[in-house]
């Protein structure tokens, strides 16, 4: 009877009792970019969609993503994306067994970090 | 309780009776998505504020309609895959939890079609 103990199990602590480290905040962040590249996509779609209706609709919501709020919009889903991948090739890599000393983690995180905002002025000089 | 054992849960493949399968997807889509991402970014970026003739023009070559096709088709499966985890982390309650996976993958779905028809219909229209 494996079950004996099912649903009754203890607790972790909670979040706040430990102290913000770099592996806790990039995985926090790895997260919240994933869920937030949603509006990305969906705007993404929308421009895609205005451009496929007329000339009119696509001018407003052409318009609408180069605004400074649009351009601002879309400044930080660069980001994300880029931070989003790149750290992705970091879980992949774990996936593999790859790269789980403590040293190496925190090496690879700030490698990450540093990459995806390069990466993101990259692209918004070329673009 | 049920007079299961550890073993015979596993064979039943988990929770969700599918193993490794979403799990293994995930990982898939992330692989494709590297490359489509490069490639869909750029000519995406340069395009916005061009203008629409501009922009027609550009997605009605079959290279950057198809990179803008599967860029989309790949990206909304790994989006609805991610976001189905973090339903499924955060929602424990069975009601709001099946709703919201039902709405995550009818509306990724619905999200992903339009864009690939909008992009479509451009590649198209010459």
Redesign the interface.
């Known amino acids: 009877m494996a079950d004996v103990n099912r649903g009754k199990r203890p607790l972790s602590p909670h979040l706040q009792i430990y102290r913000p480290q770099i592996t806790s905040i990039l995985s926090i962040l790895h997260r919240v970019t994933g869920v937030g590249l949603t509006l990305g996509m969906v705007l993404v779609v929308w421009w895609f969609v205005a451009a496929a209706l007329s000339p009119g609709y696509f001018a407003l919501v052409d318009g609408l993503l180069t605004s400074w709020f649009g351009v601002l919009v879309l400044a930080t889903s660069v980001w994300a994306l880029w931070y989003h991948a790149l750290n992705g090739v970091r879980h992949l890599f774990w996936d593999a067994g790859w790269g789980f000393d403590l040293a190496v983690v925190t090496k690879s995180g700030i490698a990450v970090l540093g990459g995806s905002c390069a990466l993101t002025l990259i692209t918004l000089l070329l673009v | 309780?049920?007079?299961?054992?550890?073993r015979n849960?596993v064979q039943g493949l988990g929770s969700a009776h599918q193993g490794v399968h979403h799990w293994w997807m995930q990982?898939l889509s992330?692989?494709a998505?590297?490359p489509l991402?490069v490639a869909f970014?750029?000519p995406?970026?340069?395009a916005?504020?061009q203008?629409?003739?501009a922009?027609?023009a550009l997605?009605q070559h079959w290279g950057h309609a198809f990179v803008?096709a599967l860029f989309?088709t790949v990206?909304?499966w790994h989006?609805a895959q991610?976001?189905q985890v973090?339903i499924e982390d955060y929602v424990p309650a069975k009601a709001p939890r099946t709703v919201l996976l039902v709405l995550n993958t009818l509306g990724n779905w619905l999200?992903?079609a339009?864009?690939i028809?909008?992009?479509a219909?451009?590649a198209f229209s010459a």
């Open positions: 309780m049920r007079y299961l054992t550890d849960r990982r992330s692989l998505l590297l991402t970014i750029f995406f970026g340069q916005l504020g203008g629409h003739a922009v027609v997605y803008a989309i990206g909304f989006l991610g976001l973090v999200f992903a339009a864009g028809f909008a992009v219909k451009i």
